[in-house]
Nanobody
């Protein structure tokens, strides 16, 4: 069964950085677009970034452009079937539970409705 496990969240001060990881088990990431999303209580899940399987093209929400960078390692043989989200210059508005997800297709979108497989999430808290 497909599974994602996110990690790397934590409590940081404004302006600091975090790197989130999302490890996929049992399947390679070679054929699917992968997205990062975030959600706070009472709000809808928000698309943060996406990466395509071929070429590694990325798409970012306006709120994180220039601060967040998504990347991936497709090498299943090295057990590094992983996507990353490098988050710099964090702001309290970035506080949320962050999820990674896989869509059935290869095109990037920040619309969560197109994603079928989700991780359990990792909490990011930005506070002074």
């Amino acid at each position: 069964q497909w599974q994602f496990v996110e990690s790397g969240g934590g409590l940081v001060q404004p302006g600091e950085s975090l790197r989130l990881s999302c490890i996929a088990s049992r399947f390679t990431l070679e054929n699917y677009a992968i997205g990062w999303f975030r959600q706070t209580p009472g709000k809808e899940r928000e698309g943060v970034s996406c990466i395509t399987p071929v070429g590694g093209d990325t798409l970012y929400a306006d709120s994180v452009k220039g601060r967040f960078t998504m990347s991936k390692d497709n090498n299943r043989n090295n057990a590094n079937n992983t996507v990353y989200l490098q988050m710099n210059n964090l702001d309290p508005k970035d506080t949320a539970v962050y999820f990674c997800a896989r869509r059935s297709g290869s095109a990037c979108t920040l619309n969560s409705q197109f994603y079928s497989y989700w991780g359990q999430g990792t909490q990011v808290t930005v506070s002074s």
